[in-house]
């Protein structure tokens, strides 16, 4: 293999580098894949709890932080309807589920997987495991030198490497040295769509679920949470958590939580309740409400008297009660680590990319596809869409150079 130069050359058997793998070898590029875990696309089986939440149908910037421009750009290159076809021609039968999100008919991530990895076998790319680069050399062509003391020989590298979440199944932070080596700039990374550590104590809670809405200054998310030991986790938090885990670098951050996210006025709602039930104890004042272990503590937190009726309640507390329950102040101390964060924020700073292309404009000849890239989405099947959208856009611009 020292004497053979590959068209190209992909850093990465993920989601982005396998698909664009297909299209480079598809194509007619003689295509190889240095993937350093003895097993490709460990993280696609990772996904959606296994079962890989592979698009949303409802794709768009608005769910993803990172540059808009390329956001997009990429996202009008290769939509919604153009990922769900794509998977489709490749014999998967897909299901929409709520909120748009698109998973495989069998219920496994295994069925995206191995076609998109036996469809990049038979378009003629070869895919080499346990291969970790450890160096990548700018000449007439490419060097690329490996763990296991091979090189390889590349007209054209596409860094496809993933980051550093879920080390436990081959998350590094390798690709950034790769990156950087090759003159890019690096957003520190930072995990996102991870549980958020909570200053206040709510152990009691832990276990109980709930639907709010969160809000953390000037954006909200609404879904279910979840409490643990250590704070929250659910849809909601995780989808808070890229905002979150951008302004920790400030400090501790503020938020607040509403327990009654389709009541627009609960403090109103309650006062008319109020003069139906003022006769119940607290407990009972807020049964059908809310959930009994968050209602327990609202009353503790508040001080209300557990064996008063609510109209001999303090008027003040009473008060209070009812404003907290639709804005429960909280605060986020940290993100949970990187082997609990799905994604990470950070990365190859966008801006030394071409939108079009995603070839580097440090060092031409050389692509760098997915969560590499200072990119990251909204659970849901965003971010493994972008994936496969910037796997994609490159794979179509080295094509077309041949």
Same mark, same amino acid.
């Given at each position: 293999?020292?004497?053979?130069?590959?068209?190209?050359?992909?850093?990465?058997?993920?989601?982005?580098?396998?698909?664009?793998?297909?299209?480079?070898?598809?194509?007619?590029?003689?295509?190889?894949?240095?993937?350093?875990?003895?097993?490709?696309?460990?993280?696609?089986?990772?996904?959606?709890?296994?079962?890989?939440?592979?698009?949303?149908?409802?794709?768009?910037?608005?769910?993803?932080?990172?540059?808009?421009?390329?956001?997009?750009?990429?996202?009008?290159?290769?939509?919604?309807?153009?990922?769900?076809?794509?998977?489709?021609?490749?014999?998967?039968?897909?299901?929409?589920?709520?909120?748009?999100?698109?998973?495989?008919?069998?219920?496994?991530?295994? @069925?995206?997987?191995?076609?998109?990895?036996?469809? +990049? $076998?038979?378009? &003629?790319?070869? #895919?080499? /495991?346990?291969?970790?680069?450890?160096?990548?050399?700018?000449?007439?062509?490419?060097?690329?030198?490996?763990?296991?003391?091979?090189?390889?020989?590349?007209?054209?590298?596409?860094?496809?490497?993933?980051?550093?979440?879920?080390?436990?199944?081959?998350?590094?932070?390798?690709?950034?040295?790769?990156?950087?080596?090759?003159?890019?700039?690096?957003?520190?990374?930072?995990?996102?769509?991870?549980?958020?550590?909570?200053?206040?104590?709510?152990?009691?809670?832990?276990?109980?679920? @709930?639907?709010?809405?969160?809000?953390?200054?000037? +954006? $909200?998310?609404? &879904?279910?949470? #979840?409490? /643990?030991?250590?704070?929250?986790?659910?849809?909601?938090?995780?989808?808070?958590?890229?905002?979150?885990?951008?302004?920790?670098?400030?400090?501790?951050?503020?938020?607040?939580?509403?327990?009654?996210?389709?009541?627009?006025?609960?403090?109103?709602?309650?006062?008319?309740?109020?003069?139906?039930?003022?006769?119940?104890?607290?407990?009972?004042?807020?049964?059908?409400?809310?959930?009994?272990?968050?209602?327990?503590?609202?009353?503790?937190?508040?001080?209300?008297?557990?064996?008063?009726?609510?109209?001999?309640?303090?008027?003040?507390?009473?008060?209070?009660?009812?404003?907290?329950?639709?804005?429960?102040?909280?605060?986020?101390?940290?993100?949970?680590?990187?082997?609990?964060?799905?994604?990470?924020?950070?990365?190859?700073?966008?801006?030394?990319?071409?939108?079009?292309?995603?070839?580097?404009?440090?060092?031409?000849?050389?692509?760098?596809?997915?969560?590499?890239?200072?990119?990251?989405?909204?659970?849901?099947?965003?971010?493994?869409?972008?994936?496969?959208?910037?796997?994609?856009?490159?794979?179509?611009?080295?094509?077309?150079?041949?």
């Amino acid at each position: 293999m020292e004497n053979t130069v590959y068209d190209v050359i992909i850093v990465g058997a993920g989601a982005s580098g396998l698909l664009c793998a297909r299209e480079c070898a598809r194509g007619g590029l003689k295509t190889l894949v240095l993937e350093k875990e003895q097993l490709p696309g460990r993280k696609i089986l990772a996904s959606g709890n296994g079962r890989c939440n592979l698009t949303n149908a409802r794709v768009a910037p608005a769910f993803y932080h990172g540059n808009e421009k390329l956001l997009s750009t990429v996202l009008s290159q290769f939509t919604y309807e153009n990922c769900r076809r794509y998977f489709e021609e490749l014999g998967i039968l897909l299901v929409e589920e709520e909120l748009g999100r698109i998973f495989p008919q069998t219920g496994k991530a295994t @069925a995206v997987l191995e076609p998109l990895k036996l469809a +990049a $076998q038979e378009s &003629g790319a070869e #895919i080499l /495991t346990g291969q970790t680069v450890s160096k990548i050399k700018r000449g007439k062509n490419f060097s690329i030198a490996t763990q296991t003391n091979q090189s390889f020989q590349a007209r054209r590298v596409v860094l496809a490497c993933g980051s550093c979440a879920y080390p436990q199944i081959g998350g590094s932070a390798g690709g950034y040295e790769l990156a950087r080596a090759l003159g890019h700039t690096i957003i520190p990374p930072r995990p996102t769509l991870s549980g958020l550590v909570l200053k206040e104590n709510f152990s009691r809670l832990t276990g109980v679920r @709930a639907q709010v809405k969160l809000h953390v200054q000037n +954006a $909200q998310t609404q &879904g279910e949470i #979840i409490f /643990t030991n250590y704070g929250i986790n659910g849809p909601a938090a995780l989808n808070a958590s890229g905002v979150i885990t951008r302004k920790l670098d400030g400090g501790n951050v503020p938020i607040q939580l509403n327990f009654l996210p389709e009541i627009a006025d609960a403090p109103a709602f309650f006062n008319a309740r109020l003069k139906l039930f003022s006769h119940r104890k607290p407990k009972d004042f807020f049964a059908g409400v809310l959930h009994e272990s968050i209602a327990n503590l609202l009353i503790d937190f508040k001080g209300l008297r557990k064996n008063k009726p609510m109209n001999e309640q303090s008027p003040a507390a009473v008060k209070s009660a009812f404003e907290t329950v639709s804005n429960w102040p909280v605060t986020v101390t940290a993100l949970r680590p990187w082997n609990e964060a799905m994604v990470a924020a950070g990365g190859v700073n966008t801006r030394e990319i071409n939108y079009n292309t995603f070839e580097s404009l440090r060092c031409p000849g050389v692509y760098v596809t997915g969560e590499l890239l200072d990119v990251d989405g909204q659970s849901g099947g965003f971010n493994l869409h972008f994936a496969w959208a910037s796997g994609f856009a490159a794979a179509t611009h080295l094509t077309q150079e041949k």
